[in-house]
């Protein structure tokens, strides 16, 4: 059965930076795409950033370009999510989700079978 756990989340003042990690277990074959999303209280699950496993472009929101990057260790099986220059709109439950067929829409969250439980991510002004 496979796993995804996030960690890092935590409570930052705006302008600060965290990163974000997910550790991915319990599967027989190698990711096809992975991809952080977020979603805040009373708002729509959103794309943050996505990126394909064998290498491939990388796609981000236009709300996070030039502040966060995704990156991933394959052999650790983690992916990461580091957060620079974080805004107050950036404070939401970050998940990561794990797709291993080919996608459509590698930033829409119904491309995802697999998802983490999140980690809290709140930026204070």
């Known amino acids: 059965q496979v796993h995804l756990v996030e960690s890092g989340g935590g409570s930052v003042q705006a302008g600060g930076s965290l990163r974000l990690s997910c550790v991915v277990s319990?599967?027989?074959?190698?990711?096809?795409?992975m991809a952080w999303f977020r979603q805040a209280p009373g708002k729509e699950r959103e794309g943050v950033a996505s990126v394909y496993t064998g290498g491939g472009p990388t796609y981000y929101a236009d709300s996070v370009k030039g502040r966060f990057t995704i990156s991933q260790d394959n052999a650790k099986n983690t992916l990461y999510l580091q957060m620079n220059s974080l805004k107050p709109e950036d404070t939401a439950m970050y998940y990561c989700?794990?797709?291993?067929?080919?996608?459509?829409?590698?930033?829409?969250?119904?491309?995802?079978?697999?998802w983490g439980q999140g980690t809290q991510v709140t930026v204070s002004s």
């Open positions: 319990g599967h027989t074959r190698s990711t096809y795409c």
């Open positions: 989700a794990a797709q291993f067929t080919p996608l459509v829409s590698p930033i829409s969250p119904n491309e995802y079978n697999y």
